[in-house]
């Protein structure tokens, strides 16, 4: 059995993108409080805008900082497991997907890894370049199957399909937040109104 993981010093570029967009999604908060002050002249208005935007900036915060982890946590519990008999892939929070060697329907190559397609329809793997020691694996998959080269070698798939394969977050914590986030598409819709009557 030959084991592959993520390779770490990759993880690094990842995260930069991560971040960049979680620095974007702060920046909303902060336009939405500069617009609805710019529009509203009443203290009250402005005292209670000051305090959504801060309950929504607290939000954000927490969602981008979870999204960070997760993300890195995914990424380095990433694991391909290549035998004589079968393919695995394990992954926290994930089911272990197994894909017999019979079973391999075929082995594509695109432009960021490989896709190993099994008989059974919702069942695949993507194996990503970022993968150590990528030669040598696409050396096992050709010898398991011929690996057929994609006409869409230009397509790129992006680093956080590469770990979000079969993922089941937890459903409590992604519920909490869907009803805080409809909570506050609420009240900025409140809000706009309560301007617009008093306007």
């Not at 869907?178 to 309560?194: A, D, H, N, W, Y």
């Amino acid at each position: 059995m030959c084991d592959y993981s993520l390779q770490k010093e990759k993880f690094k570029t990842v995260l930069r993108k991560s971040l960049l967009f979680s620095f974007m999604s702060l920046l909303l908060p902060l336009i939405l409080y500069f617009f609805l002050r710019s529009i509203a002249n009443d203290f009250m208005i402005q005292s209670v805008f000051k305090l959504f935007c801060g309950f929504f900036l607290v939000y954000t915060i927490i969602k981008e900082s979870l999204r960070i982890y997760r993300i890195r946590r995914d990424w380095f519990s990433f694991k391909i497991s290549i035998t004589e008999d079968a393919i695995y892939k394990k992954q926290y929070k994930t089911e272990d997907t197994i894909i017999p060697i019979n079973q391999i329907v075929k082995i594509v190559q695109i432009a960021d890894g490989v896709s190993i397609q099994s008989e059974e329809a919702n069942k695949f793997l993507y194996i990503p370049k970022n993968i150590e020691n990528y030669e040598e694996v696409l050396g096992k998959l050709n010898s398991l199957k011929p690996i057929e080269v994609s006409s869409l070698m230009s397509v790129r798939i992006p680093s956080e399909y590469t770990i979000q394969q079969h993922i089941k977050h937890g459903s409590a914590l992604k519920r909490l937040f869907l009803v805080i986030g409809v909570g506050f598409g609420i009240l900025i819709l409140l809000f706009l109104l309560i301007i617009i009557l008093l306007s």
